[in-house]
């Protein structure tokens, strides 16, 4: 008996994961492949190219890293892991299927823009320019993913996971999470860096609190989480 109530627990479960990839909309998808791309266009084409460092996630991997010689390999995926099941415990199974598909996308996207040469190199050398383009990039393409309900990295899996629980408007979650991450990086940042990261983790995610804001039609299947 015991066996038989195992195995219709596992059927069950196997149904619902069947009814959630139905919902989900080829539109949905596209756009959160398009998201991914314009994410992995502006973090290879500009943040590496200027080294301007983040906050968030990535940021504190990079001050483990300088501080404790612990590797981002080791701490990022760590750190991204406990976001994702976070945003699977108070979101759901589809916001994990979508963060699986952005996720997904932005890492293929990123090895295809790899093979070939940045095609901004000059920009390097104009810090405030890349600090105002990559904040566009990373806010019209997380925010076209957070719209759809995927998350592309840990951070906006905790930002949207801390959003739907507070009363605080997603992009003041960015805000806080990125500065918290940025003052403690002053303790081996030059401060001149630092206030241009400041300025694109500003303007990034007050584009990603802005698209949230945007009314969809209802065709996209996107519901008003946010």
Request: glycine share 10%.
């Amino acid at each position: 008996t015991r066996v038989y109530n195992g195995f219709r627990i596992i059927k069950r479960k196997e149904r619902k994961m069947r009814s959630i990839w139905k919902e989900i909309k080829l539109s949905s998808v596209l756009l959160l492949l398009a998201g991914s791309a314009l994410l992995a266009f502006g973090l290879y084409n500009v943040h590496s190219i200027s080294n301007v460092t983040e906050g968030g996630i990535l940021g504190l991997t990079l001050l483990l890293e300088h501080w404790f010689g612990i590797s981002p390999s080791f701490s990022g995926f760590l750190l991204t892991a406990l976001c994702y099941f976070l945003g699977w415990k108070i979101l759901g199974k589809r916001f994990l299927v979508f963060s699986f598909i952005s996720a997904i996308g932005f890492s293929v996207f990123y090895g295809i823009f790899e093979q070939f040469d940045p095609l901004f190199p000059q920009i390097g050398e104009m810090p405030f320019l890349a600090a105002v383009v990559g904040a566009l990039f990373v806010g019209i393409s997380v925010g076209i993913c957070v719209r759809v309900g995927g998350a592309p990295t840990g951070d906006d899996a905790l930002a949207m996971s801390l959003s739907s629980v507070l009363p605080v408007d997603i992009q003041w979650i960015y805000l806080a999470s990125d500065l918290v991450v940025l003052f403690i990086s002053l303790s081996y940042i030059p401060l001149n860096k630092i206030l241009y990261s400041l300025l694109t983790v500003l303007l990034s995610g007050q584009i990603i609190g802005i698209i949230q804001k945007i009314r969809l039609p209802a065709s996209l299947g996107m519901a008003d989480i946010y």
